[in-house]
């Protein structure tokens, strides 16, 4: 049973950082084909925020870019959200996702998501 359990979310007024993180158990024998930090604000679409695939190439929303870092640590199967000189409009709920593969077979994950709140 492959869980996640995010953590780091909270409140924070503009300018400030927080850092979210991930924890992935129960992977077993499949492996990691990518990691990465989804958002979804009241009455919008979720958006994918970063990302970063197995060779560790990273891919982040136009919004963040400069002010978030996503990062990993392949041991502990955990991915990080840096997020700094934090915006009104950075306020979601922030959920993970992992990608696992097994052959050709690709499986999705999410955590439970966890509320980020910037005041102004």
């Known amino acids: 049973q492959v869980q996640l359990v995010e953590s780091g979310g909270g409140s924070v007024q503009a300018g400030g950082s927080l850092t979210l993180s991930c924890a992935a158990s129960?992977?077993?024998?499949?492996?990691?084909?990518?990691m990465g930090w989804y958002r979804q604000a009241p009455g919008q679409q979720r958006e994918m925020v970063a990302a970063?695939?197995?060779?560790?190439?990273?891919n982040y929303a136009d919004s963040v870019k400069g002010r978030f870092t996503i990062s990993r640590d392949n041991a502990k199967n955990t991915v990080y959200l840096q997020m700094n000189s934090l915006k009104p409009e950075d306020t979601a709920v922030y959920s993970c996702?992992?990608?696992?593969?097994?052959?050709?077979?690709?499986?999705?994950?999410w955590g439970q998501g966890t509320q980020v709140t910037v005041s102004s």
């Open positions: 996702n992992v990608r696992l593969a097994a052959g050709i077979l690709r499986y999705d994950y």
């Open positions: 129960g992977i077993a024998f499949r492996r990691i084909d990518a």
């Open positions: 970063i695939i197995g060779s560790g190439e990273t």
